[in-house]
């Protein structure tokens, strides 16, 4: 859906970080991975941020990382325009979690421009994408505001 714009994949699964600690930072720093997975997120006018959930709550791999990368610098985020999605088997799509991080992101300087939540993944995605008419006519409105952001 995204056209006329350069598109990055990052998977956060391929990027490992030690557990944030104070004690850690004051005697390793920063690891390179981490200032190259900053800097992709530096280059970029947007983000399309899909997040994921355990009982009820972001997983502590993003938060670890958002700790990271916000001791690195605090407004990391500073000026992104932001489409914050978010998916489960439940019914909920994942919305504890999608909500916890759409509070958090603008204190690192992000504008979240639109959110999207697909509940009982299983049921409404296949191969053909989103299944139930209305939850696509949905998840297309907010990928169209988060490209009209960018403009």
């Not at 603008?106 to 009982?120: C, D, I, K, M, Q």
């Amino acid at each position: 859906m995204v056209e006329n714009h350069d598109v990055q994949t990052l998977d956060l699964a391929e990027h490992p970080f030690p557990m944030y600690s104070e004690d850690l930072e004051k005697e390793k720093g920063y690891s390179d991975a981490l200032t190259q997975f900053k800097r992709h997120i530096a280059q970029a006018d947007g983000i399309i941020l899909s997040v994921n959930e355990h009982n009820g709550n972001p997983s502590a791999y993003f938060k670890n990382l958002l700790d990271w990368l916000s001791r690195m610098e605090r407004n990391f985020l500073e000026g992104t325009k932001v489409l914050l999605m978010s998916t489960s088997g439940g019914k909920r799509g994942a919305k504890g979690s999608l909500g916890v991080i759409e509070g958090m992101l603008p204190r690192f300087g992000a504008e979240v421009v639109a959110t999207f939540s697909l509940p009982s993944f299983y049921d409404n995605f296949s191969e053909d994408g989103i299944l139930d008419k209305d939850l696509k006519a949905e998840h297309q409105s907010a990928v169209q505001s988060f490209l009209d952001s960018l403009n």
